[in-house]
């Protein structure tokens, strides 16, 4: 095969993640609809870092359930390696901002658990637990029960928990949003490293718009009423970037003064007399809240 061909076989291949016009509507018991998201189109390719990043209410983890295949789209398509995505699958797994490890089982056991429930053997399941605990730095811990680690660590644990099954596709959803900024710092370094030597395709929402440029190799913006996609950001800077240097955070105000007519939007919808944020420049903050630095 000539250099070409693997090119035009690269090109050819379809997207790892395609949202073609796909929207969501939620009916509840009266009748009443929602529209979550309006129709988007969204193409990840095979080993992509993207991020969503958007205000509150504006489809972010719609999107997300949608891949993972908890929810089904009202409209349109959601392709996994160009299949349609009818359920759950080991392929995609996903990961909350609250770890959600079972109190009564110890870390190696929460890891463990998906791949007893998928019947995989226990030799190779020791193995398995065991290399991705480590991966995590967590293996020395592996006898803890959950309520004895920290929020990072069980952020880590959870992490582990969700690489074990080796999906394909790494489902993230505010996985950090809870933790303090050093540990959040430490995880996306771990969560880097890990990315690039996994090379999974990973889908990582968040309302931090920093969090977004520092790991993304493109953020997908997304606005309110309907949620939909606004923009979309190639983060064309070296690896690993630093959360605090000047070019994250030049990006990151481009997108947060995109971000503040949404923010407002729904703040006003909020209000019930009429009251509008105070207007100013758009600062550079440290947003722990995508809200912080407006
Ligand atoms: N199960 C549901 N039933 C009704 N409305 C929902 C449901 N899930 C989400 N929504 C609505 O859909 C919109 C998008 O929600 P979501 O995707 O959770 O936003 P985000 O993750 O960006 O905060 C919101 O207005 C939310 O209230
Ligand atoms: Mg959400």
Redesign the pocket.
Known sequence: MTSRDLRTAHESAPSKIALRGAAKR?V?AEGKT?Q??SPVDLEVRDGEFVCLV?P???????VLNLVAGLDQASEGEVLVRGEPVRGPGPDRTVMFQEAALFPWLTVAENVRFPLDVAGVARSEASGRVEQYLRMVHLWKFRDARPHELSGGMRQRAALARSLVVEPDILLMDEPFGALDAQTCEMLHAELETIWQRTKKTVLF?THNVREAVRLADRVVV?GTRP?RIKRVLEVDLPRPRDQEQRDVGLLASVLRAELKVEIEKVLREEVDDGWRPTQGPVRPGPDRGMGGGI
């Open positions: 939620f509840d929602t979550a998201l958007g509150s209410g504006c489809g972010k983890s719609t929402v997304m949620g």
